[in-house]
């Protein structure tokens, strides 16, 4: 095992993961395929290049993104001291000014003594560790080749199918009811049912609803299981009646009938605090979303954890493949963070850059080193990427739903945010004081 830390990628996470590791006196080498190689979305040379929205998400005391934020923060993120330098005034969220924002990035990680950065594309994995791979949503193909020999190519994807998910607490149970299609097994499902009129109502809208175009490069190549719901709607009025929405097999307990249209909606984690619609990935715009899943039976006043999406996204199936410490399970020493990982968004790769980074540095180091507790932002990331079920496991970003806490419970949306909010942070310093030394840079 080297004595220093491979990264390749120097995006969101392979910047963090660098900053950290060198701020701890370990030397590291960063690889940076541009601007030798080029891909469709990037546009510049500079580290951490943000390739579409300014915005590094919410930064609202109390809300989970700012959880995450404030989490970073307490480790010296490099990413987020940069957002924090380069904002830009966005109400409640932390923007940037994208350039500004990368060069400093870009600057801190080139002057750093610890740091050598090398522009050139990485196309073998190197047998040595510790490394990361960090190379994000459009890895280039010939290190996709080589990832997907590594890990067996069914662990890797190519696109990514988010239906959107629910706060449990928003349901209006009084409409909907528990069980499984014929009985099979546990009652397990939550079943929103529709009558002709509100299912006609709602193929409408979806029919007609605002949608996100694909950029170029993003040329959808659907897989039937995972068709986006108003595609389905546009091939026919009928066809979720047959397809997703089918009522059979689900008559309502109160009446004993079978609804014209039935959605599904399924536990998306243990302490069932949060659901997901089922089949319901889509390129809706997120206001459209909104307003036309609340038309459901049930959803009303429905509170979105997150809302559904498909883009081009590379990822691995981290709950077969990572241990706790970003691993691979199969060959230790080598680490991955950031998007591929199956985090979704710029500040959750980051974070995944830091966690990465810190495990390796141990292993470096000889130390101990365990993932940050589960009520926390960060180890309800980890959580997320390990725990959860391997089939059908879809990249995620940082929301409530995700949070092993008891306070989940609290029915004052406000006051739960506010103690989940207090708790992790808290929860977070313990556990930096807890991983010895090397922690504190
Ligand atoms: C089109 C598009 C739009 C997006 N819009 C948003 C958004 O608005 N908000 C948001 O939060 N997230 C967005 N994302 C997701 C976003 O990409 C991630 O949140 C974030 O950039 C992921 O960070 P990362 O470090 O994992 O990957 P990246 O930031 O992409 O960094 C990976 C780096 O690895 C380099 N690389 C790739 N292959 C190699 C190789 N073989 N050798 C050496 N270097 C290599 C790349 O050049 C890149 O610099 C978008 C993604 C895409 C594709």
């Known amino acids: 095992m080297n004595d220093f830390l491979t990264i390749i990628g120097a995006g969101l996470a392979g910047a963090e993961a660098a900053w950290q ?35 590094l998400g919410g930064n609202q005391p109390h809300s989970a993104p700012f959880i995450l934020k404030e989490e970073l923060r307490s480790f010296n993120s490099l990413i987020i001291a940069s957002g924090d330098k380069t904002s830009v005034p966005a109400g409640s969220a932390l923007a940037v000014d994208r350039d500004l924002f990368s060069q400093e990035v870009t600057e801190k990680l080139s002057n750093h003594s610890n740091i050598t950065l090398k522009r050139e594309e990485v196309t073998e994995i190197p047998q040595e560790g510790p490394v990361i791979i960090a190379t994000g949503p459009l890895t280039s193909p010939k290190l996709s080749e080589q990832i997907s020999k590594l890990i067996s190519q069914e662990y890797l994807y190519f696109y990514d199918a988010l239906s959107p998910i629910v706060n449990a607490d928003s349901i209006d149970y009084d409409k909907v009811f528990f069980a499984s299609r014929y009985d099979k097994g546990d009652a397990d499902y939550l079943n929103c049912p529709m009558n002709a009129e509100q299912y006609y109502s709602f193929i409408r809208e979806l029919k007609a609803a605002e949608k996100v175009e694909f950029a170029s490069f993003e040329k959808p190549v659907y897989f039937e299981g995972c068709m986006p ?53 889509t390129k809706l715009t997120y206001p459209e979303q909104k307003r036309i899943f609340s038309m459901i039976p049930g959803l009303e006043n429905a509170e ?41 968004g710029y500040v959750e790769s980051c974070a995944m850059g830091l966690l990465a980074s810190l495990s390796a540095v141990a292993q470096i180091m000889g130390r101990p080193y365990n993932p940050p507790p589960a009520d926390t932002a960060l180890g309800a990331l980890i959580n997320y990427l390990t725990a959860s079920r391997s089939k059908g496991f879809q990249p995620m970003n940082i929301n409530f739903g995700l949070f092993w806490v ?12 506010q103690k989940i909010s207090i708790n992790a942070i808290n929860k977070i310093h313990q556990w930096k004081d807890g991983l010895s030394s090397f922690a504190h840079s």
């Open 229 to 281: 719901i108003e595609v389905l709607a546009d091939r026919g009025d009928q066809t979720l009646a047959f397809g997703p929405l089918k009522p059979v097999g689900l008559p309502d307990p109160k009446t004993g009938e079978i609804a014209y249209a039935v959605v599904q909606l399924r536990h998306e984690n243990r302490d069932s605090s949060a659901y997901n619609l089922v089949g319901f990935q």
């Open 21 to 55: 590791a060198a701020e701890r006196g370990i030397k590291v080498v960063l690889y940076e395929m541009r601007p030798v190689v080029r891909n469709p979305v990037h546009k510049t040379e500079n580290c951490a290049e943000l390739v579409c929205s300014n915005s």
């Open 406 to 417: 008891e306070d989940m419970k609290i029915r004052d949306k406000k006051m739960r945010n």
């Open 304 to 344: 979105f954890f997150r809302l559904g999406a498909i883009h081009r996204n590379t990822f691995i199936n981290s709950p077969s493949l990572l241990n706790k410490r970003l691993e691979l399970k199969s060959r230790p020493g080598t680490y991955f963070a950031g998007q591929i990982t199956g985090v979704e």
